[in-house]
């Protein structure tokens, strides 16, 4: 029997191509989204299609409250998103404070409840904006203390979170989901889709990927909002 994995699906490319890696290692995944308070929530739409047709053995979506405390253009509506790439260095508005540390956490505690020792995540390194929470050291942290956090790590049983796109490019990332079969025509990425999911195009998340499908050779099956 395929080993259970909780992967953290937010709906867009990088987590359906985590997903797609995961089942061609083997792993029965079992899929996990959040309805945060993000104003992008058509990710929510396009995590259920991704999990269709790629195929989970579960699929869960928590909510939670991540707009409560505010203080990112994802979560407040009264931060414009930026439609401007951020200064090196720079942390941008659209860091949500703590996100993959909670995140993370729910997957965790499931995890441990599925007896499996493999959580995957989508964090990448390379060609990302800048956010603290996606970086090597900060995933080593984390999971050093979810062995000591947790009875399966106690009991000699470490559980792993793998970050297979931690070192890719953008263009490599897609180049790895094609080749495995992923549609990104049923992901969403843009930080301001509308409700049907079209992206808005400036937004950093759309130069990112718009710039991974060009540098991929791969033809961009992005649905954009009229000008």
């Known amino acids: 029997m395929s080993k259970p994995a909780v992967i ?3 709906g867009g490319l990088d987590s359906a191509t985590c997903l797609a890696i995961a089942r061609d290692q083997g792993f029965a995944p079992y899929c996990l989204s959040f309805n945060y308070g993000q104003r992008h929530n058509a990710e929510l739409k396009a995590a259920e299609r991704v999990t269709k047709a790629l195929g989970a ?10 707009a409560a405390f505010g203080g990112s253009a994802l979560t407040d509506a009264s ?8 200064k090196e260095g720079e942390i941008p508005l659209t860091y949500v404070p703590a996100r993959n540390t909670i995140l993370l956490s729910y997957a965790l ?16 390194a ?7 929470d996606c970086r090597p050291d900060y995933i080593a942290a ?4 979810a062995r000591l956090a947790t009875r399966t790590g106690v009991e000699g049983s470490p ?5 297979p796109l931690i070192d890719l490019s953008k263009g490599d990332i897609i180049r ?4 495995l079969g992923v549609d990104y025509g049923l992901t969403v990425t843009c930080y301001q889709a509308d409700d049907d999911g079209r992206a808005c195009g400036v937004c950093d998340a759309c130069r990112l990927r718009r710039e991974g499908f060009t540098a991929a050779g791969v033809t961009d099956p992005t649905r954009y909002r009229p000008v």
Do not use: C
């Open 109 to 124: 505690a499931w995890a441990e409840v599925l007896k499996s020792d493999d959580i995957f995540i989508g964090v990448n």
């Open 57 to 66: 053995a579960a699929h869960r979506v928590v909510t939670i409250d991540l």
């Open 159 to 163: 559980l792993t979170i793998h970050t």
């Open 142 to 145: 984390y999971q050093a203390m």
């Open 176 to 179: 790895t989901g094609a080749r």
């Open 126 to 132: 390379v060609d990302y904006s800048g956010y603290p």
């Open 8 to 10: 953290l699906l937010s």
């Open 79 to 86: 931060i414009a998103v930026p439609e401007e790439a951020p």
